[in-house]
């Protein structure tokens, strides 16, 4: 098979340069998804024998993933935002969904290209109410922060019949389910007005709203309380370190190439901050190796514990990366179009995605054998 790293070599230049039209406009990276189906990388996580990629923690082959997100976000991090969403979806399909799903879904990824996506946050107190109907279930209210809003083409909601809240504020961990809706359904409307933030515009991270949209036991994914009881956020969280690292690759580019052009290397503090760079990315690609390998052993216990130190500890690292980069580069790199600028948006604001604080002191339970949760740090 060919190497899915060196693919995406080839399309990396032009994400990059699509990246600031993108954000500038905040729509959707379309033509980047094209081209990712079009060179066969739009399956990363669905087995070998449905015609994907193999990749990810249910494969035995993690880092691979994790490498090809760090090489998206370096690119772009919105875009990388976006295909997390998408890979960690189609994770979940293999998990949890009957063989019947998983032949029809992911024909439709690797034949058609369709985009998947998973949303759970809702805006309390309001969010979404769920009740029972004949043969499924009907969807009320909205979804928050909804990522490839306007790109998906199907969403996999964390919704619970107990109330609003999806999973981050479940009343029950059993009680939740993830229903894969068809988001061509007219009765979900997406919300365009709410989406105008500082960075990660690209993601298009709209409100959405559902209008009695009725989904069918057929795309109820897994039993009640699946992703909850079985801790999948767990998986999910060192790759969105993989996407932190691949934001904080971008930087030292620019800080290397500015040193160089400015004639700079001679300076002592400009090679202390050059230092500091090349440690802190050797420090986070250990980390993500050393989760990747637990998973591929599959350890689950250590794997679910030790992503929370590595999402933890690389954001921190991406962070001095960025912080060492402005103080290389100088005020210029923080003005358009400097690339430098768009990833400082994004970065600060990417990292908001789960509440580190919640995450590091999950760690510390964990560490003084306390009673702890590995998905949200809801206890």
Not at 117 to 135: F, I, N
Not at 281 to 293: G, K, N, Q, T, Y
Not at 328 to 343: K, N
Request: include cysteine; proline fraction near 5%.
């Amino acid at each position: 098979m060919t190497d899915p790293l060196a693919l995406l070599d080839a399309l990396t230049k032009q994400f990059a340069a699509r990246a600031d039209d993108y954000d500038k406009s905040a729509t959707f990276p379309a033509q980047d998804f094209d081209d990712l189906f079009a060179a066969g990388l739009l399956a990363p996580t669905v087995p070998a024998d449905h015609g994907g990629l193999g990749l990810g923690p249910r494969c035995g082959d993690t880092y691979t993933l994790w490498a090809m997100t760090r090489k998206i976000a370096a690119a772009d991090l919105a875009l990388a935002r976006c295909w997390e969403g998408h890979a960690n979806s189609l994770v979940l399909i293999d998990a949890l969904g009957t063989p019947e799903q998983r032949e029809r879904w992911f024909d439709g990824v690797v034949n058609r290209g369709d985009k998947w996506v998973a949303w759970s946050g809702e805006p309390r107190p309001l969010g979404t109410t769920v009740t029972r109907a004949d043969d499924g279930w009907r969807v009320r209210g909205r979804k928050g922060f909804a990522t490839s809003a306007t790109g998906a083409d199907w969403a996999i909601l964390l919704v619970d019949p107990a109330g609003p809240g999806g999973a981050r504020h479940a009343g029950s961990d059993d009680t939740v389910l993830m229903l894969a809706c068809d988001l061509s359904d007219p009765s979900v409307r997406v919300d365009t007005s709410w989406w105008d933030p500082l960075g990660m515009r690209a993601t298009v991270s709209h409100a959405v709203d559902f209008d009695d949209t009725f989904i069918p036991d057929g795309n109820q994914i897994g039993p009640p309380g699946a992703y909850l009881t079985q801790s999948w956020q767990a998986a999910f969280l060192p790759h969105y370190a993989a996407s932190f690292l691949g934001a904080a690759d971008a930087l030292a580019e620019c800080a290397m190439t500015s040193v160089l052009r400015q004639g700079k290397d001679d300076d002592p503090y400009v090679q202390h901050r050059i230092g500091a760079i090349a440690v802190a990315l050797d420090s986070a690609e250990l980390w993500l190796r050393h989760v990747a390998a637990l998973w591929d052993e599959w350890r689950i216990d250590e794997a679910r514990i030790a992503g929370l130190r590595a999402r933890h500890a690389v954001e921190h690292l991406a962070l001095a990366v960025l912080d060492d980069c402005v103080r290389v580069c100088g005020a210029r790199s923080l003005i358009r179009p400097s690339p430098v600028e768009r990833i400082l948006r994004d970065l600060t604001f990417y990292v908001r995605h789960d509440n580190d604080d919640r995450l590091l002191a999950t760690v510390g339970k964990a560490a003084l054998g306390r009673d702890h949760d590995v998905s949200f740090g809801r206890r």
